[in-house]
């Protein structure tokens, strides 16, 4: 769904819309420019780990700062993103040398270094401990909170989406089964829904 959202694959059915722009007849520059809205962070990171966590965000930006005329200088914006998810220090060090958890915040702030007003994430806790999972949970609730993004996020995680949605959406058998709050899914007396909420 999320590569249907970004036009890496084309859907088989249907429309898909974002900031009201039919995706599928955009031309290549125009759905270009349409990304540059939309931060992606992907399930496992996906950081080049030939680059210093420094280039790693400076890539985005060489690619796209002149089309969005953004104004700061490179040094100002990678330094900025790497301040909201607490990680200033790291600028100069290698992919390899980062935990699992600090390497998702670096990727969370590659994809926000663009200042995108939608932010797709896959599964952002996969893989991380408890006390690494709460952490990047809180964060992405600070950063929807501090720069009013919309986040769609795919996960597992019934804390993830406790914490960070305002509206869920249950696939069952690759289905929209159902949508609403948290809470109202919670109360669902549905057994393939209780299903997921269980202890």
């Known amino acids: 769904m999320i590569k249907c959202l970004v036009g890496l694959m084309q859907a088989d059915s249907g429309v898909i819309r974002i900031k009201d722009e039919d995706i599928e007849v955009l031309g290549r520059a125009e759905l270009d420019l349409l990304r540059t809205n939309i931060g992606f ?6 950081l080049y780990d030939s680059m210093t966590v420094r280039e790693n965000l400076e890539f985005p930006l060489r690619r796209h700062k002149e089309k969005l005329k953004m104004k700061e200088d490179n040094e100002t914006l990678v330094l900025e993103a790497l301040k909201n998810v607490g990680l200033e220090h790291t600028v100069d060090l290698m992919p390899s040398e980062l935990s699992g958890g600090m390497q998702r915040r670096v990727a969370l702030a590659r994809a926000l270094i663009l200042k995108p007003e939608i932010i797709l994430y896959d599964e952002p806790t996969t893989g991380l401990d ?8 809180q964060l992405t609730r600070n950063i929807q909170d501090t720069y009013n993004t919309s986040s769609l996020i795919i996960t597992h995680d019934v804390d993830c ?10 696939l069952v058998d690759g289905i929209n089964y159902i949508e609403g709050s948290f809470d109202e899914l919670v109360r669902s007396q549905d057994p393939k829904v209780k299903a997921f909420f269980k202890n």
């Open 161 to 170: 989406a406790r914490v960070i949605s305002n509206r869920m959406i249950l």
């Open 41 to 46: 962070l992907f399930q496992g990171s996906a």
């Open 130 to 137: 408890p006390i690494t999972s709460k952490e990047i949970i």
